[in-house]
């Protein structure tokens, strides 16, 4: 059915658009958990994926990824039964990576999700600061975050932690006693975000009223460059901007298959997917609000509210864009191939500057690119 590449990884991804709370900086597609009643979107999930496989075809699935908003909130049995569901529609790769996104405040599950299935847990720690926590509007204590970890461990494969930095007042200094305390923690792969201010989210209007001033550029690059420093010294350095392991196999598959520019299936409310059937590339997005995605998926039998076809060059662009985020580059055969010739001019001049390094015909980021990844990636396939 398709010309699809299995070299380049097939997923699934599963959105859980519920929070407890909703935190200030965060302008994912989230909801308030309330009392809700959980059951038809839990359904629709089910039948969005049965749509998916229509597409599709026969694939072989390399991981499967639980994010939101806060999966955790879902119940085991309901981890059981969507990874039963996609067991019983594509084959599942032998070894295949299971990964779950938690509030430390869900720590009385993690033992059935681990019994589900699940065998990588990214924990959203964010801060070993309890004012820090507070300011970032999250529900959980730096305690609550330890003992989260102390619950975790032993019962997955591979443990993420996530962290923020460059949060108003916090000095180069406070990040890297915060950092060094995660980095000891013991943790598999650590996700180190600076706090960027979204339009739309709450903290983009206190920034607009002048409450607080998020970090400079410059501070932020001092944070970042220590960040790097730190993460390498203690055996994780960074193989993706903002992401780092320790070694190989505890690297996120889910993610290298959207750096690779893999195919995978999204389901739930917001939910992003790409399908490649033949030469033919889609770019697709489920309905946002839970009460739209519903109705679509009763409707179409599938949660797409937006279909894009994206052609040789939008392909291209996308591989130089998702492959210069990771240490390995993207190969230039790969994206010649889809006919984009890259800024040869460019290439050079930023080679020169060391933002970027060429090697066995493939283009990467230095680490001092990494920090204008964005730029650089318009700069040479314009
Ligand atoms: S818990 Fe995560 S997804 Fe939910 S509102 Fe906070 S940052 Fe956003």
Redesign the pocket.
């Known amino acids: 059915m398709s010309d699809f590449d299995p070299g380049r990884g097939f997923g699934v991804y599963v959105h859980w658009p519920y ?1 407890a ?3 200030p ?2 302008d ?1 597609n ?1 909801y308030a958990a309330k009392a809700r009643d959980t059951a038809p979107l839990f359904d629709a999930l089910l039948r969005d994926l049965e749509g998916w496989r229509g597409r599709t075809g026969e694939r072989e699935v390399s991981s499967i990824f639980f994010g ?3 999966p955790s909130l879902m119940s085991g049995a309901q981890v059981v039964q969507l990874i039963a569901h996609v067991r019983s529609l594509w084959h599942v790769a032998p070894g295949v990576e299971i990964t779950l996104e938690a ?1 430390p405040d869900d720590l009385a599950r993690f033992g059935e999700f681990a019994e589900a299935g699940v065998d990588r847990l990214s924990l ?1 720690i964010q801060s070993l600061d309890d004012e820090r926590l507070k300011f970032l ?1 999250r529900t959980h204590s730096a305690g609550d975050a330890l003992k989260a970890l102390d619950e975790a461990r032993g019962k997955f494969r591979s443990i993420s932690i996530d962290m923020i930095y460059a949060v108003p007042g916090q000095t180069l200094e406070d990040w890297r006693g915060e950092l060094s305390r995660a980095l000891a923690l013991g943790a598999d792969h650590l996700s180190l975000y600076e706090l960027s201010i979204e339009p739309g989210a709450a903290f983009a209007f206190a920034v607009k009223r002048k409450a607080w001033a998020p970090a400079s550029d410059d501070e932020a690059a001092a944070l970042y460059e220590a960040t790097q420093e730190m993460s390498e010294a203690a055996g994780l350095p960074a193989y993706e901007i903002s992401n780092h392991a320790r070694g190989a196999e505890h690297r996120s598959v889910h993610n290298g298959i959207y750096w690779k520019c893999g195919d995978w299936a999204g389901v739930g409310p917001g939910a992003h997917g790409r399908l490649t059937i033949g030469a033919t590339r889609w770019a697709v997005e489920a309905a946002e609000k839970p009460g739209a995605y519903l109705h679509h998926v009763k409707t179409n039998g599938i949660g797409w509210s937006v279909v894009d076809e994206l052609d040789a060059v939008g392909q291209a662009r996308e591989r130089v864009a998702m492959g210069l985020r990771v240490v390995e580059g993207f190969a230039v055969a790969d994206v010649e191939a889809l006919r984009l010739k890259l800024n040869a001019e460019n290439v050079a001049m930023l080679v020169a500057l060391g933002f970027v390094a060429e090697r066995d015909g493939r283009v990467m980021l230095t680490p001092e690119g990494r920090l204008r990844a964005d730029r650089i990636a318009a700069e040479i396939a314009p």
């Open positions: 929070c709370r909703i935190c900086y965060c994912f989230v939101g908003g806060t509030n959203g509007g």
